[in-house]
C-alpha cells in the first residue's frame, strides 16, 4: 500500500499522526526565532505580507498558486506518486485556496506545513481576489478628501455670509433704535 492511501485511511483515526514528534522539533527554532526577534522582524514581515496582498490581490493570489504549487510539488515530487508534475502541486495549492478538494495528499512535513499556510491563509487572499488594488483605492480615498475639503470650504463661506449678514443686520437694527430715541 502506497503511503498517500496509508496516510488516507489514517485520517479518520485519531490515535494515527502525520508527523513524528522529531518531525516538528524541527520548526521550533523557526517559530523561536520569530518570536525572541522582539517582535520587529516579525511585525515587519506580517506588514509586509498584508501591504503585498493589498497592493495587487490578484497578483498576490497568482504568486501564492503558483510559487506554493512549485514549492509543494518541491517538496513531495520525490516522496508522493500522486505528485508527479509540477502542475499537481499547482492543482493541490489552488484547491486549498476554497476547498481544498484534490486527488492528492502531503506526505512529506514540508508538503504538509506549505497545505497548512495555504488552507490557513488562502482563503482570505481569495476572498480579495477582485478587491481594487491599493493605489486604485488610495487614488479613490484622495479624491473623496478633495470632495469634502471643497463642500467644507463652501460651508465655511456660506457661514461667514450669514455671520456678516448677522452682523449687518444687528448693526441697522441698532442705527434704527438709536435714530428713533
Known amino acids: 500500500m502506497s503511503t498517500v492511501y496509508a496516510m488516507a485511511e489514517s485520517a479518520g483515526d485519531p490515535g494515527a499522526s502525520l508527523f513524528q514528534p522529531g518531525e516538528l522539533v524541527a520548526l521550533l527554532p523557526v517559530a523561536l526565532g520569530l518570536l525572541a526577534s522582539h517582535g520587529e522582524d516579525y511585525a515587519s514581515l506580517k506588514?509586509?505580507?498584508?501591504?503585498?496582498?493589498?497592493?495587487?490581490?490578484?497578483?498576490?493570489?497568482?504568486?501564492?498558486?503558483?510559487?506554493?504549487?512549485?514549492?509543494?510539488?518541491?517538496?513531495?515530487?520525490?516522496?508522493?506518486?500522486?505528485?508527479?508534475?509540477?502542475?499537481?502541486?499547482i492543482l493541490y495549492i489552488a484547491t486549498c485556496l476554497s476547498v481544498g478538494y484534490?486527488?492528492?495528499?502531503?506526505?512529506?512535513?514540508?508538503?504538509?506545513?506549505?497545505?497548512?499556510?495555504?488552507?490557513?491563509?488562502?482563503?482570505?487572499?481569495?476572498?480579495?481576489?477582485?478587491?481594487?488594488?491599493a493605489a486604485e483605492t488610495r487614488a479613490e480615498a484622495a479624491e473623496a478628501a478633495a470632495v469634502n475639503r471643497a463642500i467644507l470650504a463652501k460651508l465655511d463661506d456660506i457661514a461667514r455670509l450669514l455671520g456678516d449678514r448677522q452682523a449687518a443686520g444687528e448693526a441697522s437694527g441698532q442705527a434704527s433704535s438709536q435714530a428713533s430715541g
Not at 505580507?49 to 517538496?75: E, N
Not at 512529506?108 to 481569495?126: D, E, I, K, N, S
Request: proline content about 9%.
Open 47 to 89: 506588514q509586509d505580507l498584508r501591504r503585498w496582498a493589498k497592493d495587487d490581490p490578484i497578483d498576490a493570489l497568482l504568486a501564492t498558486v503558483l510559487g506554493g504549487g512549485l514549492a509543494f510539488y518541491l517538496a513531495e515530487h520525490e516522496h508522493n506518486p500522486s505528485c508527479a508534475k509540477p502542475w499537481d502541486g
Open 102 to 133: 484534490d486527488n492528492l495528499f502531503p506526505v512529506t512535513p514540508t508538503g504538509h506545513a506549505l497545505a497548512t499556510l495555504v488552507q490557513t491563509f488562502g482563503p482570505a487572499l481569495a476572498g480579495m481576489a477582485f478587491d481594487a488594488p
